[in-house]
């Protein structure tokens, strides 16, 4: 069973950095990433997305995070990235890795959806 390893959340203070990875991690199974992405959701909130990357390169950002955040992958280790600068205590919440990933099983390619565990982002001075 693939899974999705989170790393780097934590507490940073306003203005601050953080980065966060997401590794597709697992058994010898052929698959290919049709996109993978991070979503969040602070307490009493709907989890909302946060940037999405296709397999062609195409992103997407929500409004709010335009120009601070940035997601980018590194195919060789089936990872990817969220860079988030200039934070502010509005981005607080539990962010998850989300992956769309083509399975080659007996043949044929099926696409299943991953979530990670989920990584705390604290942003307060």
């Known amino acids: 069973q693939l899974q999705l390893v989170e790393s780097g959340g934590g507490l940073v203070q306003p203005g601050g950095s953080l980065r966060l990875s997401c590794a597709v991690s697992?058994?010898?199974?052929?698959?290919?990433?049709?996109?993978m992405g991070w979503y969040r959701q602070a307490p009493g909130k709907q989890r909302e997305l946060v940037a999405r990357m296709f397999i062609s390169g195409s992103t997407n950002y929500a409004d709010s995070v335009k120009g601070r955040f940035t997601i980018s992958r590194d195919d060789a280790k089936k990872t990817a990235y969220l860079q988030m600068n200039s934070l502010k205590p509005d981005d607080t919440a539990v962010y998850y890795c989300n992956g769309e990933l083509d399975l080659r099983i007996r043949g044929d390619w099926q696409r299943s959806e991953y979530w990670g565990q989920g990584t705390q982002v604290t942003v307060s001075s």
């Open positions: 697992g058994p010898r199974i052929m698959f290919s990433i049709y996109s």
